[in-house]
């Protein structure tokens, strides 16, 4: 119990692991059982050679510190090269449209069994063209939440300066634009990996005073700026397939977020009220917290706030990410696909084996019912898996209420180890 490996019955996890590839769910317990079974047992027999033997477990500059700053290195690894391997796709796409453009391809008569398909598309791009968003309208609504950005954060957060929300906000449309189109490519939104770049950035040239809060309300204000950027686009290229007015698209989304503005904060207070949120050793660790404040603190102390060897450890496992990435894409699908993903291996890193666990549970009710009817298993994986992360997820609301309320369940049942 003490290594979290242990199956906790969360049907969360359970039906994630089902919807999930079984490369993601192996790719998370074998950074489990590499990070709790093999690595922290051995560093933590060197404490008082690593790390003083008097600090405490939640120290960055003990066993944590390992644990926190090894999954960041490869989270960054891996985000770092997804995010050079969009931006080369997107520029060879751009260089290869340019290219186009005199081309003699451009002459080709369309076959006539593309007819059918080539009056569909016209259709949609008449519905899409005639309820079109105007231009000015899109500046003019920029500009007025860029005004209001500008003089609501420093207000609420003083570390970071008005100047810097001016530059995020300058930076921002052409990021969107990359993230955008890199999603459109490739599938994968990296508004995470643009945001830890702001994080550094102005954790850096804010200061060891304020740079912690102000890397992460960059990192924030970045990442929702470059997000909504690449959703928007999905949206619309929805909307575009159905036939839907791009204004009644944008409408809902205006609707969907002004409601998201209030209920979000609201469900935060509660999740927060009735649960122990943030601690390592309970339910609701909030990893990514913790993750995200210590890259603010490498942003302003610089390697100093690592214990000792954590630096080697981490470049070398940011090698690993980046040399895991280059085999998949570089080997045959037959032996690459059978290398683990470095962002589901880091995972665990921090938070534990026991999701993970619960995750391959679900992986394997999904492999035995494929040998025993894999057409069925097909149509009702999704289905089932479902219904276990709703039925799980509507729960939580009752179940805060209960805590908020201070009942406690009547029955509780614990393993424990024989002795």
Same mark, same amino acid.
């Given at each position: 119990m ?11 996890y ?6 999930c590839s079984?490369l993601?769910n192996?790719?998370? =317990?074998?950074g489990?059982?590499?990070? /709790?079974?093999? *690595?922290?047992?051995l560093?933590?027999?060197l404490?008082g050679? /690593?790390?003083p ?10 066993? %944590? ?5 090894i ?5 960054l690894?891996d985000?770092l ?8 796709f997107t ?7 340019? #290219? ?9 008569e369309? !076959?006539?069994d593309?007819?059918?398909?080539s009056?569909?598309?016209?259709r949609?791009?008449?519905v899409?063209?005639r309820?079109?968003? !105007?231009?000015w309208?899109a500046?003019?609504?920029?500009l007025?939440?860029?005004?209001? #950005? ?8 003083p ?7 001016l530059?995020a906000?300058?930076l921002?449309?052409?990021?969107s ?7 459109? &490519? ?9 945001g830890?770049?702001? =994080? ?8 060891k005073?304020?740079g ?8 924030g ?7 909504v #950027? ?14 839907? #007015? ?5 409408v ?15 469900t ?9 949120? +943030?601690?390592q %050793?309970g ?6 917290? *913790? ?5 603010a ?12 060897h954590c630096?080697? =450890? ?23 696909? /059978?290398?683990?993903?470095p ?6 890193? &921090?938070?534990g +084996? ?9 992986s394997l ?29 509507l729960w939580?609301?009752?179940s805060s =209420?209960?805590a908020?309320?201070k009942?406690? !369940? !009547? ?9």
């Amino acid at each position: 119990m003490g290594y979290r490996f242990y199956f906790d019955f969360s049907m969360t996890y359970v039906g994630a692991g089902m919807i999930c590839s079984h490369l993601v769910n192996l790719s998370l =317990l074998f950074g489990a059982i590499l990070s /709790w079974g093999i *690595m922290w047992p051995l560093i933590a027999r060197l404490k008082g050679e /690593w790390f003083p033997a008097t600090l405490k477990d939640n120290s960055m500059q003990g066993l %944590n510190g390992y644990k926190v700053f090894i999954c960041i290195a490869l989270i960054l690894g891996d985000g770092l090269y997804n995010f050079v391997k969009i931006l080369f796709f997107t520029g060879r796409s751009f260089h290869s449209r340019l #290219s186009k453009t005199n081309s003699i391809s451009t002459l080709v008569e369309v !076959p006539e069994d593309s007819t059918k398909e080539s009056d569909n598309l016209k259709r949609e791009n008449e519905v899409f063209v005639r309820e079109s968003i !105007p231009l000015w309208m899109a500046c003019v609504g920029y500009l007025f939440f860029s005004l209001v #950005s500008i003089i609501a954060i420093p207000l609420m957060f003083p570390q970071l300066k008005w100047y810097f929300v001016l530059v995020a906000y300058l930076l921002a449309p052409s990021l969107s634009f990359c993230n955008a189109y890199g999603a459109g &490519l490739t599938d994968m939104n990296m508004a995470y990996n643009y945001g830890k770049a702001a =994080l550094f950035v102005m954790a850096a040239l804010a200061g060891k005073n304020d740079g912690v809060v102000a890397g992460m309300v960059a990192c924030g204000l970045i990442k929702s700026i470059v997000s909504v #950027s690449a959703d928007l686009m999905h949206d619309f290229k929805t909307g575009h397939l159905t036939q839907t #007015s791009p204004r009644s698209m944008l409408v809902a989304q205006a609707i969907g977020t002004a409601i998201g503005c209030v209920v979000a904060p609201l469900t935060f207070f509660l999740f927060y009220k009735a649960f122990d949120v +943030g601690n390592q %050793n309970g339910e609701y660790k909030a990893p990514y917290a *913790m993750i995200y404040r210590n890259m603010a603190i490498i942003g302003v102390q610089g390697p100093s706030a690592l214990p000792k060897h954590c630096l080697e =450890l981490c470049y070398g496992f940011f090698a690993f990410a980046v040399a895991a990435n280059l085999a998949r894409d570089l080997l045959p699908d037959k032996p690459g696909k /059978w290398i683990p993903l470095p962002m589901a291996m880091a995972v665990p890193f &921090l938070v534990g +084996g026991s999701f993970a666990i619960d995750m391959c549970i679900g992986s394997l009710v999904v492999y035995v019912w494929k040998k025993v009817n894999r057409k069925k298993a097909d149509v009702m994986v999704p289905a089932v898996a479902s219904g276990l992360i709703c039925g799980d997820g509507l729960w939580i609301l009752p179940s805060s =209420l209960l805590a908020l309320a201070k009942v406690r !369940p !009547p029955i509780c049942m614990n393993f424990t180890a024989a002795h």
